[in-house]
C-alpha cells in the first residue's frame, strides 16, 4: 500500500499544531493578574479548603448514572445479536428464553429509575 498521503497528512497536522502553540506563546499575552493565578473551579471562585466532603446527592447522580451506562453495556450487544441472520446470532430455541430475560432485566432497571424518582434523586435541592 502506499502510505505516503497519510504520512503527508500527519506532517502537515504536526505542523499546524507546532505552529499554533509557537504563535500562541510568542504573540499571546504575558500579564499575569491574581485572578488569572486563581484555580479555575468550573466558573465559580474557590471558597475554602478543597479537602471537603461532597454533598450525598453527587455520589446518587454517579451511582445511577452507572447503572443505566452497564444497562447500555447488557443491552446493545444483545440487540445487536439477536437479530443477525445467518446463523450467527442467538440460537433459535434460546431466542424466546433470552428475550425473556432481558425483559425482567429491563423491568428491574425500570423499577430501580421509578424508586430513585419517588425518592426524590432526580431532584436537585
Known amino acids: 500500500m502506499?502510505?505516503?498521503p497519510i504520512v503527508v497528512y500527519v506532517l502537515i497536522l504536526v505542523g499546524f499544531v507546532v505552529?499554533?502553540?509557537i504563535l500562541a506563546h510568542v504573540i499571546g499575552p504575558r500579564k499575569k493578574t491574581s485572578v488569572k493565578q486563581m484555580p479555575y473551579e468550573s466558573g465559580m471562585d474557590p471558597v475554602g479548603d478543597a479537602r471537603q466532603p461532597f454533598d450525598v446527592k453527587f455520589?446518587?447522580?454517579a451511582i445511577l448514572f452507572l447503572?443505566?451506562?452497564v444497562e447500555l453495556l447488557f443491552l446493545y450487544p444483545?440487540?445487536?445479536s439477536a437479530y443477525?441472520?445467518?446463523g450467527k446470532g442467538i440460537d433459535p430455541g434460546l431466542s424466546s428464553t433470552v428475550f425473556g430475560v432481558m425483559l425482567v432485566f429491563m423491568a428491574t432497571l425500570a423499577i430501580a429509575f421509578v424508586y430513585a424518582w419517588r425518592k426524590g434523586v432526580f431532584r436537585w435541592r
Open 2 to 4: 502506499n502510505y505516503h
Open 19 to 21: 505552529t499554533n502553540l
Open 59 to 61: 455520589y446518587l447522580v
Open 67 to 69: 447503572v443505566f451506562d
Open 78 to 80: 444483545w440487540a445487536v
Open 84 to 86: 443477525v441472520e445467518g
